[in-house]
């Protein structure tokens, strides 16, 4: 695939995509590109907000209620850990214990822990655990299998 950059000063940003075929390499490029506007909505003090996938360290479930940490608060999400670890998982998101998923991009330094776990300390100082169960996974993920 040829990929074209012109930078035109004050000119409209724009991707135009030209093919022959919708072939299965057309439609990853459309589905990256897609994933740029994915946003979770979370509660904010009983307003909406919508978080860009960057801002959110980690989100757990807790008691049947999912919740976004950010470096800037704790936010209420209407939505499944599972769902969300699913719908972002192209943005660096991996599910790392039953009730925790995290934003890889957050991640500053990694410890191993006893029983094969580990301890990952995030971007804000605050530390998690990656259990067992999802350690492999996590590992795989940073040698980009």
Request: net charge negative; proline share 2%.
């Amino acid at each position: 695939m040829k990929v074209t950059l012109r930078r035109e000063p004050g000119a409209e940003k724009e991707i135009v995509v030209r093919y022959d075929v919708m072939d299965d390499e057309v439609h990853a490029l459309l589905e990256l590109l897609s994933l740029r506007e994915k946003r979770l909505a979370v509660d904010d003090g009983g307003a909406l907000r919508l978080l860009d996938p960057p801002e959110i360290l980690y989100c757990e479930s807790v008691d049947d209620h999912t919740y976004a940490y950010t470096a800037s608060g704790v936010f209420g999400v209407g939505q499944t850990l599972s769902a969300i670890a699913e719908a972002f998982t192209q943005l660096g998101f991996l599910r790392c214990s039953k009730s925790m998923a995290v934003n890889l991009h957050a991640i500053e330094a990694l410890k191993s822990g006893d029983n094969g776990r580990i301890f990952a300390t995030l971007a804000n100082g605050e530390h998690i655990l990656v259990s067992r169960r999802y350690a492999k996974a996590l590992r795989d993920r940073l040698k980009g299998e």
